[in-house]
């Protein structure tokens, strides 16, 4: 088991900055990928972005590239999202999760390769 608590959301003016954290604890950290999810209300449960149990591999969502960058403390058991030049459309609740995966290079984009999920924080941004 993994248990997987994000913070860092709140309300930020457009153009703003956010830094999401997600701590985990349970079983080894560095063994999964691990991924930012987002879901406003009434639409689906979209990936953000992934990052791989190195570090060194990340994946992003078209609409966040150039303004939000995952990072992750394998030390600290710890994956941050840092979201800068916010826009309205970024409103959500922002989920962590980790996918168990063989190959340190490996990202996931699709909910169902995660098998454990934070709570959510929401994240709003105003115009």
């Known amino acids: 088991q993994v248990q997987l608590v994000e913070s860092g959301g709140g309300l930020v003016q457009a153009g703003g900055s956010l830094r999401l954290s997600c701590a985990a604890s349970?079983?080894?950290?560095?063994?999964?990928?691990m991924g930012w999810f987002r879901q406003a209300p009434g639409q689906d449960r979209d990936v953000v972005a992934s990052?791989?149990?190195?570090?060194?591999?990340?994946y992003y969502a078209d609409s966040v590239k150039g303004r939000f960058t995952a990072s992750r403390d394998n030390a600290e058991n710890t994956v941050y999202l840092q979201m800068n030049s916010l826009r309205p459309e970024d409103t959500a609740v922002y989920y962590c999760?980790?996918?168990?995966?063989?190959?340190?290079?490996?990202?996931?984009?699709?909910?169902?390769?995660?098998?454990?999920w934070g709570q959510g924080t929401q994240v709003t941004v105003s115009s």
């Open positions: 349970g079983r080894t950290f560095s063994t999964f990928a």
């Open positions: 990052i791989s149990r190195s570090g060194g591999r990340t």
């Open positions: 999760a980790a996918a168990p995966v063989v190959s340190s290079v490996a990202v996931r984009t699709a909910a169902y390769d995660y098998d454990y």
